[in-house]
């Protein structure tokens, strides 16, 4: 009787599985484990499928070999740092290509890698995974074999504990009620978590700098690709708007930049039941705030609720695909009052990082771990919600 009969291995083998914890760590950014990801790379920008997915191919232009060699250099000098071990992966099932950047920086990091995607199918993991499969079939990258499994399975609390089991760090993406029901299952003593909660995001839009620009397609462009990209559902794409400036510039620049966007939606689509979930949430806000004003874009694809300030618990209700509250402030004082720590990310406009970098030691907010360019939402880094992966996944050796 096979230890994890009701996994499905997309990647690796139950008996790798089985000897996993038999596998001796490798030191962080192994050439080894450069040079299999920078084939995965190659053999991913050679694929013609993999065109018909931006995010495929930027997760090949991530990891391949010149940018790892580069984000090697952050963590040179110290001690010895080697993998803890095993790490287990649980991975969302709102942003296909989340697993491969989990996976790389369990390897990166040194250690043997267990990853549950989703049961939903996703064209995208089927091709990064027929990448990396052809590749590490290669006898170069024999010692990698038992360190990469890729496993679909239903909710099932008895695979979880098993797997659990093995693990010396556990990484839950995929919010509040998958890490409830994850933690259920023990952990060895010595072993721990790494947890990305429920988190959304908040844009920050100079009014002045949008009427500087003589055309808005570009940024508009890159706000399409870190909203309705991912059907809002991402934790990096910005739900609130954020204006700064003169009301009556502001209120041009509204204008400007909606009406820009609206053009790029003519062949976004929909689901009818989005649309009732938009009245439905418009509906809750319209309890809870005053000053609520829905702003009519002449589709579904775009809601603008207009609140008058800035205030605590403006999160407590939130749709997707083109459902943006928005504010106008004179001063980036007054954000602090909404931003608690579910904020993940602030992406800006308009503003240069002196003065961001001034205003968020002043403020010192509960959230935003990360402030990035509008249209960089969505890129990964190595330092993700505050943790830093390559030195959360990996232990330090002092030799004196």
Known sequence: MPMFPNLEFLLGSP????????VQPLEIFSTTTIDFWAQVSACLLADKRSMRFPDVVTFAFY???????????????GGIRIGRGVVFHIAPSNVPVNFAYSLLAGMLAGNANIIRV????????????????SIIEQDIFAELRHRLHVVRYNRDSGVNEKLSALADVRIIWGGDSTIAEVRK???PPKSYDITFSDRYSCALICADAILALPDLTGLTKSFYNDTYLFDQNAC?????VIWQGDVNKVAIA?????????????????????????????????GDSAGIHLVSAGTNKLWRIEVQR??????????????????????LEEIAVAVNRKYQT??????TIAHLKEWFLQARLLGIDRVVPIGKTTDFNLIWDGHDLIRGLSRECIIV
């Open 15 to 22: 008996k790798g599985v089985q000897v996993i914890q038999c």
């Open 63 to 77: 990891c391949r070999r010149a940018n790892l060699l580069n984000l090697k250099k952050s963590y040179t000098g």
């Open 118 to 133: 989703s049961t939903k199918f996703f064209e995208q993991v089927e091709i990064i995974c027929n990448a990396m499969q």
């Open 185 to 187: 299952a023990p952990l």
């Open 236 to 240: 990096s794409a910005p739900r609130l």
């Open 254 to 286: 509204k204008e400007r930049f909606w009406s820009a966007l609206k053009k790029l939606l003519v062949d976004y689509k929909i689901e009818p039941i989005i649309a009732i979930d938009k009245l439905a949430t418009f509906c809750l806000h319209s």
């Open 310 to 331: 800035l205030s605590g618990g403006m999160d407590a209700h939130r749709c997707s695909a083109g459902y943006f509250l928005e504010c106008t402030i004179d001063d």
């Open 346 to 351: 602030l992406a800006y406009f308009g503003f």
